[in-house]
């Protein structure tokens, strides 16, 4: 089962999409980590999750480019991916990417790859197009790719919704 989870900043989204990994069931929880660390407070905002997300039996794997070549550490489980914002901007801007004519393929293979390895998968997304409309050089090609991985995962999504003050509204499928 794919679910993809979409919201704004502190919206809610991660603990609901933790909460249906959670009542996903017994078997190994993964959490998939997308945010390279590129300073200190990455670090340390990494390390601080990392400690939350253990005592709820996660385990994390760290990938920020080319999930299509990720193995999981053990078959089946449910996966948390967290979340496609950065894995977007990673595949768009990073050495290690696929760069702005492989970025959506990438990131579309790499989460059919999980898909079909998992017994449910959890995508974490966000918000887009509600901030503005001046934005920097660039900026522009990465909402664009955010838009195109939103609508093409939310046709293959069993389950859709938006999580606004805390609060699941479903597009698509229902919750459980």
Do not use: Q, W
């Amino acid at each position: 089962m794919l679910t993809l989870v979409i919201g704004g900043s502190a919206s809610g989204k991660s603990e609901y999409a933790e909460s249906l990994v959670l009542a996903a069931g017994p078997g190994p929880r993964y959490y998939l980590a997308t945010m390279e660390p590129m300073d200190g407070e990455c670090h340390a905002r990494i390390d601080r999750h990392r400690l939350m997300r253990a005592e709820k039996g996660f385990v994390t794997v760290e990938r920020y480019t080319g999930l299509a070549g990720l193995t999981l550490p053990g078959p089946g489980g449910t996966v948390l991916l967290e979340d496609l914002g950065n894995l977007a901007a990673n595949e768009l801007y990073s050495p290690a990417g696929a760069g702005p004519e492989g970025a959506l393929d990438a990131i579309l293979d790499g989460i059919e790859h999980l898909r079909v390895r998992c017994r449910a998968l959890v995508v974490v997304s966000n918000e887009i197009f509600a901030g503005g409309r001046d934005y920097a050089p660039g900026t522009g090609d990465y909402l664009s790719l955010m838009a195109r991985a939103h609508r093409a995962l939310a046709a293959r999504a069993d389950r859709v919704c938006e999580v606004v003050c805390g609060l699941p509204y479903y597009y698509k499928g229902a919750e459980e």
